[in-house]
């Protein structure tokens, strides 16, 4: 997909302007209960070297053996990001010493990995959306962990992740500002969710992503596109383990900036690893991996070809979930906005609470009622989607009562808080508190007589202008409690003060 | 009873069996024979009180009429079998004190059968040699001699101590691993029978891991019946081995009486290397008339690639066993470098310090062969030979049903005769080799005596889970064969 | 190809051994007896051929997705050489 390029995301330097291009490789854990090749659990936060199994400490003798879960959620993954599932794999052995690395080696898959080229449509906040293209997704084992400031010359090393299985998720660099960088990872994190396959946790480590970030003139990344040749981009460095949305916007913004000046000062950059310090905002390289690499892979002989029959594939592609394009392109179809629409398909919770709210009610108001009135009190109460106090079926009830006219806007919005804070049936509430609006003729022209009488000057004014008649409405919704129905308030003044249709 | 040692795993199980004896008494005489012969250095740990209970356990079950396959009979494992609270070594320095907390499914299987472990025996350093000489518990000794000399011979490797121990009747049978020839070429060197079963057949859950596509367990034994009996406890379908095949168990002894009437034997004509000594071709020549005579039929075959098997198996379980050895690393077990400045030094002393002379070097082939640059010239290159050597064995087992070859390309040797040169070493497995890179079961019987009075041994090679038919050849060879010799006990004296 | 005493020194701190300088030569010179050896696989064509990947004609066994195994800290830490309230101790380790 080409574009033109937006003027803001250009860096400016001294001898001119400069692109960015990012590509990102995503570690995802998978969700499963036990480990990629052993038995132990794969729960969080349990006591140290709880949780490992002979196997994942790496102890003599011990095997891999494959658990089915990872390899059905992997693919799921695949055919969540529109890609090629390949029916023959291999595990092959990433060869290096580490602490946290009991077996001396990361059983991973190199040359022939389970999922081939796919792709991920991002949106952008002025309603353009651009596709990522993914290089390829395997699975692998996740290292177990050093702790460094337990003590004052030693680490600790705790192997209770050690052997989890990861999806490592690669994408082309095919994004060119820390917006896409972020919406990107955002929409990746979606899809995992709404698959299944991923919790996206990012506090607790389930999501990292490692960002390569370079630099090039503008036109660059054109040519790139068009002949696939990287020697259009500039020198491209890693940035390790970003594990924040926000992070990844500072970290991309920071990194550019160095290498741009860099540049400019006659410099080179070198490929590498650097580290991002969210502390300081800043990345620095990182010296300890520094070291030659040579990762000395092969295939792992403890373990065979993984071949997949193009049956069982099918059979999980028939149960995928609708995902958030499909959703997305479904609720503008229902007439949201695309804006609405992307924020709601955003967090599948979320939209499922919508598609609670906006049964059998037009789907506009439910969505403006949902971002005004629902996220609005969340946000103030610091409350997740998942932690709302009123039922989607609740909400949809007042929506209904507002569009028969049966209460209010403005009532509906009171019944909302009382609802929120004690609880109750929406409707038991209406009819416990006579929060009915009023549609009565006869009591809403009894309220305008007492507004004229109370205000006869008022009346000429209104005469005179009127455009002022909205004054009159509003005492009139005083007198009822707000409970009159506006429209019919209106129609009765027109009446009653002779005012032309039109003012 | 004269000496119940002398008897094969079959006759024990049968006195056993008909209550004879206990196994009390059969496995005492056992620890007796182990202290006798510490000479032979074929153990690394001896367990004789587990033993013994074992035993006591054994017998109450016999009484109770609840006897396993290998009820109370007293077997050796070699020392690369992890053994839930017995000291694991693979003969290293690297392992320190290791005691596993958890048992290979292999000795797992045995000791379900009801068998009685009588100690840990010694090997080369992780299975790496062919003479037992790289063991950091010293070298093991055959117990047979030339005629009329004094000199020490190995007694083969990797699995020397298994096959000192069987050759000497320390045990009644014992269990070996073969990556490249460590259970036949041990076997044909001290007059026992030696399997390697299909890889695939016994788990490798538990045992110490050298090359992993290519190590095998398998019994080492006094007879081919033995090896049947032994095959059908060891071997099992594991879940915890991705490796593993899913095919039933046979009870293997019930194939020894078929016969090998109408069988077709291969002779592949590249096995006749320049080099090898007359007396081995010609023990060879014999052991194929002898198979002619009970009614099979000799067909030569070509196995072409057989002189790259060699060159391509030091690439391949070199570089397996650099990764598989990635783990001896001084963190969570094993030997660990006193004050270690910081965890680069830890783990180089470490290593340095644990790791013998030749398990170094093979680590640094492995190294090498895999590194950025070469590993389409070597790793890639030999992997593709292994699928050439594959097919080799598929065409040739077109036209026949086994294959007879030597075991070895002659007898025991000295010790230290062949320590200096590592190639020279590497060609004791230049017949067994390519058995290992094609996955293939092979076994090795005693043929007879060269003239110095040293046993020699014929090797038969079965298809792919074909162990019953290659039991069948093998027992003709044996009944032909007839060899009853015994080593002179020169290290009880 | 020819291994020099830098090759092997460099592959020695790869395979994280400590080599002592006076054997780097030496080494060298057993490992070039070698690969000159292995040279031969050379001579053979192999184009076309596939790399070997497995020697058994099976399928790769999947093990259900159930936690079986785990809770073994204790006896994780029987043959530490290094080891403080479960958990593996080292030399610290610098990013």
């Known amino acids: ?503 | ?493 | 190809m020819s291994v020099d005493k830098d090759t092997v020194r460099r592959i020695a701190k790869l395979a994280r051994l400590a080599v002592p300088e006076e054997r780097l030569e030496p080494m060298a010179g057993e490992l070039n007896g070698i690969f000159k050896w292995v040279e031969m696989l050379g001579e053979v064509k192999v184009d076309g051929v596939p790399a070997l990947t497995s020697v058994v004609a099976q399928k790769l066994k999947w093990r259900k997705d159930e936690v079986t195994d785990g809770g073994n800290a204790d006896a994780l830490m029987t043959n530490a050489p290094g080891g403080e309230d479960h958990f593996f101790t080292v030399p610290k380790v610098v990013e």
Not at chain 1, 70 to 87: D, H, S
Not at chain 1, 110 to 125: A, C, H, N, S
Not at chain 2, 382 to 392: E, F, G, Y
């Open chain 2, 1 to 493: 009873m004269s000496d119940p040692t002398a008897m094969t795993l079959a006759e024990a199980r049968d006195a056993l069996k008909a209550k004879k004896m206990s196994s009390r008494e059969l496995t005492g005489a056992f620890v007796a024979a182990i202290a006798a012969g510490r000479g032979l250095n074929a153990f690394i740990t001896e367990t004789a009180e587990t033993a013994l209970a074992m035993a006591d356990a054994s017998d109450r079950r016999i009484a109770e009429g609840k006897a396993g396959a290998l009820e109370g009979l007293p077997l050796a494992i070699k020392d690369l079998f992890c053994t839930k609270g017995t000291r694991t070594t693979a003969a290293s320095k690297i392992l320190g004190n290791f005691v596993p907390p958890y048992e290979s499914t292999v000795t797992q299987n045995l000791w379900n059968a009801g068998a009685v472990m009588l100690g840990k025996t010694n090997l080369d350093e992780f299975a790496m040699g062919s003479s037992n000489e790289t063991s950091a518990f010293g070298p093991v000794f055959n117990p047979w001699r030339s005629k009329g000399s004094n000199q020490n011979l190995v007694p083969g490797g990797s699995s020397g101590g298994s096959s000192s121990a069987v050759a000497a009747d320390l045990c009644l049978a014992a269990t070996g691993t073969d990556t490249g020839g460590s259970i036949r070429q041990p076997a044909a060197v001290t007059g026992t029978v030696g399997l390697k079963p299909t890889y695939g057949r016994c788990s490798r859950f538990g045992i110490v891991a050298f090359a992993s596509s290519l190590d095998q367990a398998g019994p080492m034994t006094k007879t081919v019946r033995d090896a049947a009996i032994m095959l059908t406890s060891m071997a099992s379908i594991d879940p915890k081995d991705s490796t593993s095949v899913e095919t039933p168990v046979p009870d293997y002894e019930s194939f020894l009486t078929q016969g090998v009437k109408g069988l077709k034997v291969g002779i592949p004509k590249e096995y006749r290397i320049d080099g090898i000594p007359a007396d081995v071709v010609a023990m060879w020549d014999k052991a194929a008339d002898w198979l002619k005579s009970q009614g099979a039929e000799i067909v030569e075959v070509s196995l072409p690639h057989t002189k790259y098997a060699l060159p391509t198996y030091y690439i391949v379980a070199p570089a397996e066993a650099s990764s598989n050895l990635a783990r001896y690393d001084g963190v969570r077990f094993g030997h660990r470098a006193a004050s270690p400045r910081d965890i680069t030094d830890l783990y180089e002393r470490s290593r340095g310090e644990g790791f013998g002379a030749e398990v170094q070097r093979r680590i640094l082939i492995g190294t090498y062969v895999l590194s950025a640059g070469y590993y389409d010239a070597y790793y890639s290159r030999a992997q593709k030979l292994r699928t050439l050597i594959k097919r080799d064995f598929d065409q040739a087992f077109e036209k026949c049903d086994v294959l007879l070859t030597p075991s070895t390309p002659g007898p025991a040797f000295g010790v230290g005769a062949k320590t200096s040169d590592p190639l020279e070493m590497y060609l004791q497995d230049v017949f067994t080799v390519t058995v290992n890179l094609a996955g293939l079961p092979g076994i090795s019987v005693p043929g007879g005596l060269t003239e110095s009075g040293l046993p020699l041994g014929l090797q038969l090679i079965g298809k792919a889970f074909d162990e019953g038919t290659l039991l069948r050849a093998a027992q003709a060879v044996e009944t032909a064969a007839d060899f009853k010799a015994k080593p002179a006990k020169w290290w009880t004296a």
């Open chain 1, 1 to 503: 997909m080409s574009r033109t390029i937006k003027g803001q995301n250009l860096i400016k330097g001294s001898s001119g302007e400069w692109e960015i291009v990012i590509g990102m490789e995503v570690h995802a854990q998978v969700t499963s209960n036990s480990k990629l090749f052993s038995g132990a659990s794969t729960a969080f936060g349990a006591d140290p070297n709880s949780q490992v199994s002979f196997v994942d400490a790496g102890m003599p003798g011990m095997l891999p053996v494959i658990n089915e879960k990872c390899i059905e959620q992997a693919v799921r993954t695949g055919l969540g990001l529109k890609a090629k599932i390949n029916l023959r794999s291999l595990f092959d052995r990433k060869n290096y010493f580490y602490p946290d690395l009991p077996q001396g080696y990361q059983i991973s898959q190199f040359k022939d990995p389970i999922v081939g080229e796919g792709e991920v449509t991002i949106d952008l906040k002025d309603g353009t959306s651009i596709l990522v293209g993914i290089e390829r997704l395997h699975l692998e084992q996740d290292a177990g962990k050093s702790i460094h400031d337990q003590h004052p010359d030693q680490s600790f090393v705790d192997l209770n992740r050690s052997g989890v299985a990861l999806m490592e998720i690669v994408t082309k660099p095919h994004m060119r500002s820390s917006e896409e960088a972020a919406a990107f990872l955002k929409k990746l994190r979606a899809i995992v969710r709404y698959l299944g396959t991923c919790d996206g946790n990012m506090d607790e480590g389930s999501m990292r992503a490692d960002v390569n970030v370079s630099v090039c003139k503008p036109g660059g990344y054109e040519k790139f596109r068009a002949d696939g040749s990287f020697k259009h981009l500039g020198t491209r460095c890693e940035i390790k383990n970003v594990n924040s949305l926000r992070f990844i916007a500072q970290a991309v913004e920071y990194e550019a900036r160095r290498q741009v000046e860099i540049i400019e000062e006659g410099g080179t950059i070198r490929q590498e690893t650097r580290l991002f310090d969210s502390k300081q905002g800043e990345t620095r390289s990182m010296r300890s991996k520094e070291e030659a690499h040579d990762y000395r892979y092969f295939p792992d002989p403890d373990l065979l070809p993984l071949e997949l029959e193009q049956a069982w594939v099918d059979a999980i592609a028939k149960s995928l979930p609708e995902l958030p394009d499909e959703k997305r392109a479904r609720f503008i179809a229902q007439g949201l906005s695309p804006y609405d629409a992307s924020v709601l398909v955003s967090e599948r919770e979320l939209a499922d609470y919508f598609e609670d709210l906006a049964q059998g009610v037009d789907a506009k108001a439910a969505a403006n009622w949902l971002n005004n009135e629902i996220l609005g009190r969340l946000n103030k109460a610091g409350l997740a989607i998942t932690e709302v106090p009123v039922t989607a079926s609740a909400n949809n009830a007042i929506i209904r009562m507002i569009s028969d006219n049966t209460i209010s806007g403005k009532i509906a919005k009171d019944l909302l808080d009382i609802v929120w804070t004690e609880g109750g049936d929406p409707k038991a509430v209406v009819e416990a508190r006579g929060l009915r609006q009023v549609t009565d003729t006869g009591a809403i022209d009894a309220a305008i007589e007492a507004v004229i009488a109370a205000n006869p000057e008022k009346v000429e004014e209104v005469k005179a202008k009127p455009k002022l008649s909205a004054w009159f409405v509003g005492q009139v919704m005083k007198q009822t409690g707000g409970k009159a129905n506006p429209a019919a308030v209106n129609a009765a003044l027109k009446t009653r003060l002779n005012l032309p249709d039109e003012g």
